[in-house]
Structure formats: C-alpha cells, structure tokens
C-alpha cells in the first residue's frame, strides 16, 4: 500500500482496479491528475476514449479523486434528497466497548411534530457485561423501535 500511496495510484480510487488503470494510465496517470484535469474531452456521446469505462463511471472516479485529494472533504449528495415528513423521528446512536467487544447501550431522541422542546431520551442499556444483558438491551431497543415503525422516521448515527 505504501508504494501505491508513494505513486499516487489511481488503484487508490474505490471500484478503480489494475485493469481499468492500465486502460488510464497513458492519458491520466496519478490520482492528484484525475481530480486536477477536465473529464469532458475524454467523454465522447455515451462512450469515454477509454475501453471498458462509461461516461458515469468516469465522472464517478473523477469526483473521488477529488475527494480524496482534497485538503476538507465533504459528502455530497448525487441527487436531490428529502427526509419524508413523519409526526415522531427517531434518532438512534449505539455505544460499544470495543474492547470487550461489548454493545452497551441503545439510545433515542425520540421528537413530535419536529419541535425541539418535546425531545426527550430514551435507552435501554446493558446492566452488566454478560451476553444476557446486552441481548436484553438489543432486545428491548427493537421492540421500542417495531412500536414506532413504520408511523415515525428514523435517522440512524
């Protein structure tokens, strides 16, 4: 990995193996030359002057390059998106000990009508670190969330 980080790899690109880098390489050879250049020459109708990779495809590796090149990356939406509108929004967060490889507690903010002074915290946490106790949590978190669902939106972090 280091001498493909050393080189500046386009295999470094997510989806962007050997094969379709050899196909690259003689017009764009490093990922910091992706996200640097135009895409637009390299696309002709529905076909790129590269064997095997589509216009989206090319466009697709572009924007990765340029993520990962970039000094702040950001997400992005590729489409327009709208969170559907529900009377109860479930946010759920989970809490791990890594080492005991131990899943401790599950917790919500449960809201109404997307007014923030009706929030409030719910969870179910592991009384101890036995597999019983943190079945038992997963278990009462499930069932509080198949209470909600499918009347409520719930956004996972």
Do not use: W
């Not at 250049?37 to 589509?54: A, L």
């Not at 924007?63 to 009377?87: G, M, T, V």
């Amino acid at each position: 990995m280091g001498e493909l980080k050393a080189r500046d790899d386009l295999t470094l690109i997510p989806e962007l193996g050997r094969a379709k880098r050899d196909v690259m390489s003689s017009e764009i050879a490093t990922t910091a030359e992706l996200a640097a250049i135009d895409i637009q020459p390299f696309i002709k109708g529905k076909k790129t002057v590269f064997p095997g990779i589509g216009p989206a495809t090319l466009i697709k590796f572009s924007n990765r390059a340029k993520l990962i090149k970039s000094d702040n990356p950001q997400p992005y939406f590729k489409s327009p998106f709208e969170f559907p509108i529900h009377k109860t929004e479930l946010f759920f967060d989970i809490e791990v000990d890594p080492m005991r490889d131990l899943c401790y507690l599950h917790g919500f903010i449960e809201r109404h009508n997307g007014d923030i002074s009706s929030e409030k915290f719910v969870y179910f946490f592991a009384e101890d670190t036995s597999p019983n106790a943190e079945k038992a949590a997963f278990h009462a978190a499930y069932e509080y969330m198949q209470k909600h669902l499918p009347m409520c939106h719930l956004l996972l972090f």
